[in-house]
T-cell receptor, first 115, second 115 residues
Framework: EPEVTQTPSHQVTQMGQEVILRCVPISNHLYFYWYRQILGQKVEFLVSFYNNEISEKSEIFDDQFSVERPDGSNFTLKIRSTKLEDSAMYFC?????????????FGPGTRLTVT | AQTVTQSQPEMSVQEAETVTLSCTYDTSENNYYLFWYKQPPSRQMILVIRQEAYKQQNATENRFSVNFQKAAKSFSLKISDSQLGDTAMYFCAFIPQGGSEKLVFGKGMKLTVNP
């Protein structure tokens, strides 16, 4: 069965450095998402992406964050200058079609540790 | 505000028994979708069951069923005949139908099934 994959599984970076988290969504899916979960807290929505543009973003998704689908298969989340509070598990998800209420398929996550 | 509350952080159950996981939510929307996601240790989140708010009939998927009480804004998950493989984090989530695609999650609940 097709799965969403994410790399790396764990990323350690120093404060102020740029990081790129990578995701490969399921191939025929059209909607893409990033969520994050700070340890011990809720999974929070960051951004949704459709038709090569951001369709919705949360207040967390400020100018330090960007997303890209550079080659039609990868979906990346870039954090330009990481802060300690960016330490979290980052989940990518994809969805097959439009319409609210369809299943979002999640990747295994990337654990980002900012030191 | 649209929020999801899972008041029980952790539960355990004996194999073959039945367990109910509670979830309440808050929204001003009338139509929305509710979900239970399961995240086994070191694995990605997978959808367990989905309920459309305009449907009165409670959703069922094999050993998993929900008790959806719209007026009370309650959406509990019942797992019958618990199996060791049910050990996981369980997240309650919903999508309001107002054009948003983002999932709003609860904090999650750790379920352990003991042999």
């Amino acid at each position: 069965e097709p799965e969403v994959t994410q790399t790396p599984s764990h990323q350690v970076t120093q404060m102020g450095q740029e990081v790129i988290l990578r995701c490969v969504p399921i191939s025929n899916h059209l909607y893409f998402y990033w969520y994050r979960q700070i340890l011990g807290q809720k999974v929070e929505f960051l951004v949704s992406f459709y038709n090569n543009e951001i369709s919705e973003k949360s207040e967390i998704f400020d100018d330090q964050f960007s997303v890209e689908r550079p080659d039609g298969s990868n979906f990346t989340l870039k954090i330009r200058s990481t802060k300690l509070e960016d330490s979290a598990m980052y989940f990518c998800a994809s969805e097959p079609t439009s319409g609210t209420g369809y299943e979002q398929y999640f990747g295994p996550g990337t654990r980002l540790t900012v030191t | 505000a649209q929020t999801v509350t899972q008041s029980q952080p952790e539960m355990s159950v004996q194999e073959a028994e039945t367990v109910t996981l509670s979830c309440t939510y808050d929204t001003s929307e009338n139509n929305y979708y509710l979900f239970w996601y399961k995240q086994p240790p070191s694995r990605q989140m997978i959808l367990v069951i989905r309920q459309e708010a305009y449907k009165q009939q409670n959703a069922t998927e094999n050993r998993f069923s929900v008790n959806f009480q719209k007026a009370a804004k309650s959406f509990s998950l019942k797992i019958s005949d618990s199996q060791l493989g049910d050990t996981a984090m369980y997240f309650c989530a919903f999508i309001p139908q107002g054009g948003s695609e983002k999932l709003v999650f609860g904090k999650g609940m750790k379920l352990t099934v003991n042999p």
